[in-house]
């Protein structure tokens, strides 16, 4: 069984200030995704990466995927009230019979105070 | 609006009652999976269909059955209720059910067992 470790679970902090979001897994995943909910509605994905080392940025959005495929990291910087909600990585299975399955981490729940 | 519907929005019913969830993907995606979001468990991925065949079982009980039909709408039948089955369901779509594929979530059908 995948299972995707994400830290830390909840998360209180002032806006203007950065923090750091961590999804680690024994398992390799041919791709991480990360997904943001809010109350009442089903997540929207933010980014997939798929290569081992891979940064990709998104506004003040930064995410990495580890050289190894086994975890990954969301780093925002200047965080708003906006960024409020509930973060979800989500690791997809390379092969076999859980072809297609995402696995997702139980979440951070980020509240970002004005 | 991800274009993924879920219906019914919310569903009270008694233990050892059956309901069923429906879904449908949006425009032109052929893959259809079920997940499931309680507080202690997280989101957790039930089953996976493409084209009207199962692609990939999660952690779905015997007393849940799905089915993706020829016009690709998926339903998510749930019987014998358990107080423990209250929670989230989400239906996701993707293109092609491609690991990498984007999958889009509905925004869920939230089941409470009385």
């Known amino acids: 069984t995948q299972l995707l470790e994400q830290s830390p679970q909840f998360l209180s902090i002032q806006e203007g200030e950065n923090l750091t979001v961590y999804c680690n897994s024994s398992s390799v995943f041919s791709s991480l995704q990360w997904y943001r909910q809010e109350p009442g509605e089903g997540p929207v994905l933010l980014v997939t990466v798929v290569t081992g080392g891979e940064v990709k940025k998104l506004k003040r959005l930064t995410f990495q995927f580890g050289d190894a495929r086994k975890d990954s990291s969301l780093h925002i910087t200047a965080a708003q009230p906006g960024d409020t909600g509930l973060y979800l990585c989500a690791g997809s299975a390379e092969s076999g019979t859980s072809y297609g399955k995402l696995t997702f981490g139980q979440g951070t729940i980020l509240t970002v105070h004005p | 609006d991800s274009g993924v519907t879920q219906t019914p929005k919310h569903l009270i019913t008694a233990t050892g009652q059956r309901v069923t969830l429906r879904c449908s993907p949006r425009s032109g995606d052929l893959s259809v999976y079920w997940y499931q979001q309680s507080l202690d468990q997280g989101l957790q991925f039930l089953i996976q269909y493409y084209n009207g065949e199962e692609r990939a079982k999660g952690n779905i009980l015997e007393r849940f059955s799905a089915q993706q039909f020829p016009d690709l709408h998926s339903e998510l039948n749930l019987s014998s209720l358990e107080l423990g089955d209250s929670a989230l369901y989400f239906c996701?779509?993707?293109?092609?059910?491609?690991?990498?594929?984007?999958?889009?979530f509905g925004p869920g059908t939230r089941l409470t067992v009385l």
């Open positions: 996701a779509s993707s293109a092609t059910g491609h690991p990498t594929d984007t999958q889009y």
